[in-house]
């Protein structure tokens, strides 16, 4: 079946700018995580959903950053005012229930901010 | 936060060595997990131990725990120049529900 598919896979915008990179995660998966991998790093984690609601959102840096899932399927992340510094791969991974399941990735979007 | 670092942070073998990689985390865990990343983009999930598991293995790969170093180490028999890849260590601390806190990684090269 499909895996976890994120788009665009490469987005190139400019300081101060408004971005949205979305999600689709595996059907029937219930929960749905972001995270971000800076060059040379391993991944950072940015938020949590199960279902609908966002179970825990204590990775997002600052309020710049925000997510929703409204259908409890697809997550769209928005970065507000973006900053260079904001430049990474930004992973999404969904797993079937989330309680301390193996969790499946997409192929990750490259945001590169100038 | 980075949970922990990786050992060592490159490696680089012939085809047919093994490879061993070590991970060490900070706090109290409720499983590990290994991770391989081909590219800098999607990862593939490995393999998961409890806390309460020593070793696990599957295939070629095996995976030990000691909780009361707050180490583990995958080792990847007779390696393929497939294997090349980075790999990282993540743990689901307890706590925090199901997100992962991930090492920074370790880059496996296997030559011909």
Redesign the interface.
């Known amino acids: 079946g499909a895996g976890?598919s994120q788009t665009p896979s490469n987005k190139v915008t400019e300081k101060g700018k408004y971005v949205e990179l979305r999600c689709d995660p595996i059907s029937g998966h219930t929960?749905l995580?972001w995270?971000r991998?800076s060059?040379g790093?391993?991944?950072?984690?940015l938020i949590?959903f199960q279902g609908t609601g966002a179970?825990?959102d204590s990775?997002l840096p600052n309020d710049r950053f925000f997510a929703v899932r409204p259908e409890g399927s697809v997550s769209t992340l928005k970065i507000q005012r973006t900053e260079r510094g904001d430049s990474a791969?930004y992973?999404c991974?969904s797993?079937r229930t989330?309680?301390?399941?193996?969790?499946?990735?997409?192929?990750?979007t490259r945001l590169t901010v100038l | 936060s980075q949970q922990g670092e990786e050992d060592p942070q490159a490696l680089s073998i012939q085809e047919g060595e093994n490879a061993t990689m070590n991970c060490s985390y900070k706090t109290s865990i409720n499983n590990l997990q290994w991770y391989r990343q081909n590219s800098g983009r999607g990862l593939v999930h490995l393999i998961l131990i409890r806390s309460n598991e020593r070793e696990k293995h599957s295939g070629r790969l095996r995976v030990t725990l000691d909780t009361s170093k707050k180490s583990s180490s995958l080792l990847i028999t007779a390696s393929r120049a497939a294997d090349t890849a980075s790999y990282f260590c993540a743990t689901v601390n307890t706590g925090t529900a199901s997100k992962l806190t991930f090492g920074t990684g370790t880059r496996l090269q296997v030559t011909l």
Not at chain 1, 41 to 45: A, D, T
Not at chain 1, 98 to 108: A, D, I, L, Y
């Open positions: 976890v929960a995580y995270y991998q060059l790093q391993g991944p950072e984690f949590y179970a825990d990775g791969v992973l991974a797993s989330g309680v301390r399941n193996e969790q499946f990735f997409g192929p990750g």
